[in-house]
């Protein structure tokens, strides 16, 4: 039986035969967790990955191994929870091609409870790092272009570009991400002529007056 401490997870099982998919079932079951959305199929699982925000998605790997690629595909692309491989036996090129596409990890013994439940929560962890990381770069990203749109606009540096979307953000009371997006989304609305601090002070605050 699962752990107490374990946390209960709603697990989605994707594709397999009648007879893989009960076996996967009672495995993840009597580890304490919850299956939603059925037998999950490459015409259902994106629109059950949506309705039931699984927390893995377990893809059964039969003969099939195009239909299971289109599933991992799938489930990725809309990034609803990581997605774990389940094999009958380790196929290192099937693992490699998946590991391109995205899966966090993969399964060779669907009836061994400590190796199910292990995969489980390395999945887990590796796609909330994954998701810290890009997030980051993206926090980043939005910053950087903010500060060049800025230096373009005003003829200033680097660093006084930063002080006055950071100056910004204490002022509102806002993330920097925040007010470099405004800035990203406004600027083509502004005038050339506007003096930097008016040019930050118009596309956040007056936006906010006004609402």
Not at 107 to 113: E, F, K, R, T, Y
Not at 127 to 148: D, M, N, P, S, V
Not at 158 to 163: G, V, W
Request: glycine share 6%; proline share 2%.
């Amino acid at each position: 039986m699962a752990d107490k401490a374990t946390k209960r997870l709603r697990v989605l099982i994707a594709d397999g035969t009648a007879e893989r998919h009960a076996q996967v079932t009672q495995t993840v079951t009597t580890l304490g967790h919850e299956i939603v959305g059925g037998r999950a199929t490459l015409e259902t699982v994106v629109q059950t990955t949506t309705a039931d925000l699984p927390d893995v998605a377990l893809v059964i790997v039969g003969e099939n191994t195009d239909q299971a690629f289109d599933l991992i595909r799938k489930i990725v692309h809309e990034a609803a929870c990581p997605a774990i491989a389940i094999l009958d036996v380790q196929d290192r090129a099937f693992i490699d091609k998946a590991a391109r596409l995205g899966i966090f990890s993969y399964i060779a013994h669907a009836s061994d409870l400590q190796e199910m439940q292990s995969a489980m929560d390395v999945s887990l962890q590796r796609f909330a790092e994954y998701h810290a990381l890009e997030g980051a770069f993206g926090r980043r990203a939005i910053t950087e272009r903010a500060k060049g749109i800025l230096m373009e606009r005003h003829s200033i540096d680097e660093q006084r570009a930063f002080h006055l979307i950071r100056e910004q953000a204490r002022r509102t009371n806002r993330k920097m991400v925040d007010v470099a997006g405004s800035v990203l989304e406004s600027h083509r609305l502004l005038s050339s002529g506007t003096p930097p601090e008016a040019f930050v002070d118009e596309l956040i605050l007056r936006p906010e007056e006004g609402s």
